[in-house]
């Protein structure tokens, strides 16, 4: 019996090289029916399986970027709807495994941040990318502050398909920086208010002085004061004693 059959083999050229090659083969017969050989066809495939592998590798390295990535990675549908969300993005929201997809970025926000939300949405379908902080509420009701950059994505025909999203939790950096501001507020104001005469000086010229110094120096006004060389607030006889005592002895403006 002959068969119709298709193989792949390793063949070796003449210069050693080794080539993997598709045979296809289907027996030839004569006129009386007699098997006569056969006809084959060979297609080296060796370029085309290095090409897949090479994709199949590149599809393998993007994948584990994508899951190990620490911001949230997402793709979205036209109307706001996950198909797609990393680990650190069901995370940041505060979904399970496989739990954001299906679900949409409406479900995450208030009616404060509504409308928001609806126009980096439009901004999306006018094909702008650009990146916008706002306010998310986690699957638990905590919510969180994230940093958000959003790209279109078109399809072939040029026809809006959704959105692909880079996202930050800033909600600690945040914070810290409020507790700093309001830690250099409470210094500002102990500064300001306190009874004891208090100059900052910057390369021999005052850079600051609060309400004390002001009237300690009988100065109307802190522009009399701010730009001073400091060695005016010395008395002559005394300059060469300060100047070798004090570290701003070496830059103090005359």
Request: contains cysteine; hydrophobic residues 35%.
């Amino acid at each position: 019996y002959a068969y119709k059959f298709s193989m792949i083999l390793c063949a070796a050229r003449g210069d050693g090289e080794q080539r993997r090659l598709n045979v296809a083969s289907s027996p030839r017969f004569d006129e009386h029916g007699r098997y006569a050989g056969a006809f084959s066809l060979l297609q080296d495939i060796t370029d085309s399986e290095r090409a897949q592998q090479a994709l199949r590798e590149s599809e393998e390295r993007y994948s584990e970027l994508v899951r190990t990535a620490m911001e949230g990675i997402c793709l979205t549908d036209p109307h706001g709807n996950f198909l797609f969300a990393n680990p650190a993005m069901e995370s940041i929201l505060g979904s399970q495994p496989g739990g954001l997809v299906g679900k949409n970025i409406a479900e995450f926000v208030d009616a404060t941040q509504h409308l928001q939300l609806v126009e980096q949405q439009n901004r999306r379908r006018n094909g702008e990318t650009n990146t916008y902080e706002m306010r998310f509420r986690r699957s638990d009701g905590h919510y969180r502050d994230l940093r958000v950059t959003a790209s279109p994505r078109f399809d072939d025909h040029e026809v809006y398909a959704g959105s692909f999203t880079l996202t930050q939790d800033i909600t600690d950096r945040k914070l810290a920086e409020e507790q700093t501001r309001e830690s250099e507020e409470r210094y500002r104001k102990l500064v300001e208010l306190s009874p004891d005469a208090i100059i900052i000086q910057q390369n021999g010229r005052i850079v600051f002085a609060n309400a004390a110094a002001e009237r300690l120096l009988g100065a109307e006004s802190l522009v009399q004061i701010i730009g001073l060389p400091v060695v005016r607030l010395i008395h002559p006889d005394f300059r060469d004693a300060a100047e070798r005592r004090s570290a701003v002895g070496e830059f103090i403006d005359r």
